[in-house]
């Protein structure tokens, strides 16, 4: 079997590393003899002219080092503050400033020259996410020939979204260099062949491929999911009820996200404010448990949202908590799984309200934590990619208060019946596209792409 080389933006360090995106390669790795490249995660100011070697996983291990410039405008400008926000339809939010894009570009060439030496002729390139979007092209200006794939965790641009880039038609030439792009969804490989199409002139000329400057790419959808054996038996065993109980005997509604304006946590919050004003018997009845540690801080919209939520949840604290109830809790750390895993499964509601998302993989977590017995309830929003595979979750608008207020005052009420019924259609889709599976078919689909000639430059 040739190997497997998996390139992402940070490289899983430490004696065992883990990492949904770590268990779901773990089995293809070792079984190769695989590689992977990653950023060593912290600039330094004299970087390394070649790849360190990491030693002590089951799988090869090698980084990159950046100069805090080189991080600064490949990450958190061009990737964090330009792609970011415009592949989540926040252009309002983005930084146009043409230096990150040239630092992005200079970073890609870099991560490709410092790559080469270590390439093997058999080996078979897994490219990862928003950050790496030209790395292909610039293995490919170097001579690589080797299959190269590419897997897009979050929601490709509209046409409309994708004319605010600075450089929409490079984005195509870029991706149109790799033989496979991935797609958490549906609507996403729409989105692709359209702005393809009106940015660039790419043409679709069959059902899965795509044609630009006399190069030809497949596209498909392979939505990501959990290690979802490993996170039910977590559930199950997690720590009693009591032992992680919190508070009083109101029925616990839980959200967990990274603290990103994507998620929708304001809106969320307002949701639960407009249920507690338009339904007070639901006061000491519904306590709602916000766990959101911040990421990115320096990227100003990021210090943003943590002030927007911070007022917002001590606003509604201040406008109904009792001496006995506080309707939100919100927390900025994060917890170890099992301890998420333990509070998934004790909550009635799980709030997944993204206003736009790759996939979301909390919905997905939270479904396997329930107790098929007596599960919880996921409200999940429209704009989340888990919602073309959980339709029977109660699905809402996060821009809309009301109806999202309105989902949460019927799981409160929703029968043992109509639950079971709706988590065990949920949990089928969670078993069978779990993360093995989806590494399993995207990386069959590479196999079957052989190699394809470096178009003229
Ligand atoms: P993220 O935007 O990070 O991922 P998500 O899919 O929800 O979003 O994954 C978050 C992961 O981090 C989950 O496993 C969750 O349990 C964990 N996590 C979140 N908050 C935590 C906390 N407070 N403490 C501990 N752990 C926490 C991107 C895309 C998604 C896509 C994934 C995978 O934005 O759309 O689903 O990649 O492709």
Known sequence: MSRLVVVSNRLPLGENPSGG??????????????????????????????????????????????????????????????????????????????????????????????????????????????????????????????????????????????????????????????????????????????????????????????????????????????????????????????QVRFLTNARLMIGVDRLDYSKGIPQRFRAFQQLLESIPDLHEKISFLQIAPPTRSGVQAYDDIREETEYLAGRINGQFATLNWTPIRFINRPYPREVLAGLYRQ???????????????VAKEFVAAQDPEDPGVLILSRFAGAAEQMPEALIINPHDAHETAAAMASAMRMSIEERRERHAAMLQVVLEKDVGWWSAAYLEALEQESTKEQPEN
């Open 21 to 242: 995106l770590v268990v779901a390669l773990d089995d293809a790795l070792r079984s190769s003899g695989g590689l992977w490249i990653g950023f060593s995660g912290e600039p330094v100011e004299d970087p390394a002219e070649e790849l360190i070697d990491h030693p002590g996983a089951a799988f090869d291990r090698l980084s990159f080092d950046l100069s805090p410039e080189d991080h600064h405008n490949y990450y958190l400008g061009f990737s964090n503050s330009v792609l970011w926000p415009i592949c989540h339809g926040r252009a309002d939010l983005a930084h146009l400033d043409p230096v990150y894009l040239d630092g992005y570009r200079k970073v890609s060439a870099r991560i490709a020259r410092l790559m080469v030496p270590h390439l093997r002729p058999d080996d078979r390139i897994w490219v990862q996410d928003y950050q790496l979007f030209a790395l292909g092209a610039e293995l490919r200006k170097l001579g690589v020939r080797n299959p190269i794939g590419h897997f897009l965790h979050i929601p490709f641009p509209a046409p409309a979204e994708c004319a605010t880039l600075p450089n929409p038609a490079e984005l195509f030439d870029w991706m149109t260099h790799y033989d496979l792009v991935g797609f958490q969804a549906s609507r996403d490989m729409d989105n692709f062949a359209a702005s393809g199409f009106h940015m660039a002139g790419m043409e679709q000329i069959g059902l899965n491929t795509f044609r630009l400057d006399g190069r030809t790419l497949r596209a498909e959808v392979f939505p990501i999911g959990i290690d979802a054996q490993s996170f039910i038996e977590e559930a199950r065993d997690a720590p009693d009820a009591d």
């Open 347 to 361: 909550a009635r509601i799980g709030l997944v309200t993204p206003l736009a998302d790759g996939m979301n993989l």
